[in-house]
C-alpha cells in the first residue's frame, strides 16, 4: 500500500512504457508523501472491468492510505496523469486517475499492521533488521 | 457473501494452489463473518506489476468485512489471512499484502 492499479485498452501502454511509468508513480507518490518506496506498487492491466475505463484510455486507481491531504492527492494525480502522457502518447484527456483512502490501521504488509503516514521509521528499522543477513 | 480480491503475479501461483487459497478464503470469512467469499482473481502479467519501481512479485488479498470491525479483531484477521497466504504459496511474509475493509466506505 499504496496500490496504484492502471487498467487501459488494448495496446494503449506499451510494455517498454510500463518500467518507467512504474518509475515516476514511485518517485511521485514518495516525493509527495515521504512515504517509502518499498510500500509502493503499481500494476497495469488491460480491458479489465476496475477500475472501470469510463471512456478513456487508461484509468488510473490510487488506493493510498488515509490522512493525505486534497492538495498531495490533486499533486500526485496531475503528475501521474503527465507521466501516462508522456511515455504512451496519450492525451491528457484520454487519461482518467482518482485515488481512495485507507486507513493504515486496514492494511497489513510485511507481517504487520502498516504504520501511519509519518510513522513508517520504526516499521522500516524492523524491516532492516529482519532482513539483514546474520 | 464477502467480498475478496486477489491480485498475484503471473506465474507466481499454480492452479491447485489458487483453488486451495480460494478455500482456505472462503473459509476465513465464513469463521469470521458467518458467509463464504465471493473470490475474484487478478492477473498481472510479466512486465506489468512493479514493488518499489522493481518487478514485483507481492500478491494483495483484500477483503471487505459486513460489519465494522474491533482494530484487534482486524489485526487478528489479518493475520491469518497473510500467513495462509504465505503457507499455501511460496512468498514471503514480505511479499504479502492483506486488507480488511469495514462496508461503509465501499
Redesign the interface.
Known amino acids: 500500500m499504496p496500490l496504484y492499479l492502471c487498467n487501459a485498452t488494448t495496446g494503449a501502454i506499451p510494455d517498454s512504457a510500463k518500467p518507467a511509468i512504474a518509475k515516476d508513480i514511485t518517485r511521485i507518490h514518495c516525493d509527495v508523501t515521504g512515504a517509502p518506496a518499498q510500500f509502493v506498487h503499481a500494476f497495469f492491466v488491460e480491458n479489465e472491468a476496475n477500475p472501470p475505463l469510463g471512456g478513456k484510455s487508461a484509468m488510473v486507481f490510487g488506493s493510498i492510505r488515509a490522512n493525505r491531504t486534497d492538495a498531495q492527492k490533486s499533486q500526485i494525480i496531475e503528475a501521474v496523469r503527465k507521466s501516462i502522457q508522456t511515455h504512451a502518447g496519450l492525451s491528457l484527456d484520454n487519461i482518467g486517475m482518482m485515488t481512495t483512502d485507507v486507513p493504515a490501521s486496514w492494511a497489513f504488509e510485511g507481517g504487520e499492521i502498516m504504520p501511519e503516514p509519518g510513522e513508517e521509521a520504526a516499521w522500516l528499522l524492523r524491516h532492516h533488521r529482519a532482513n539483514a543477513p546474520d | 457473501m464477502i467480498s475478496c480480491n486477489c ?1 498475484v503475479q503471473a506465474g507466481q501461483i499454480s492452479a491447485d494452489v489458487e483453488s486451495t487459497l480460494r478455500t482456505r478464503l472462503s473459509e476465513l470469512a465464513i469463521n469470521a463473518f458467518g458467509e463464504p467469499a465471493e473470490v475474484s482473481w ?1 492477473v ?2 510479466q ?7 522493481k518487478p ?1 512479485t ?1 500478491s ?1 488479498i483484500s477483503m471487505t468485512a459486513n460489519r465494522a470491525l474491533p ?1 484487534a479483531e ?2 487478528a484477521l ?2 491469518t ?2 500467513e495462509l497466504w504465505a503457507q499455501e504459496t511460496e512468498v514471503t ?2 511479499e ?7 462496508p461503509q ?1 465501499q
Open positions: 491480485i487478478l498481472i502479467q512486465g506489468s506489476g512493479f514493488t518499489a519501481a514485483s507481492s494483495i482494530q482486524r489485526a489479518l493475520q489471512l497473510c511474509l514480505d504479502v499484502v492483506g486488507v480488511i475493509s469495514d466506505l
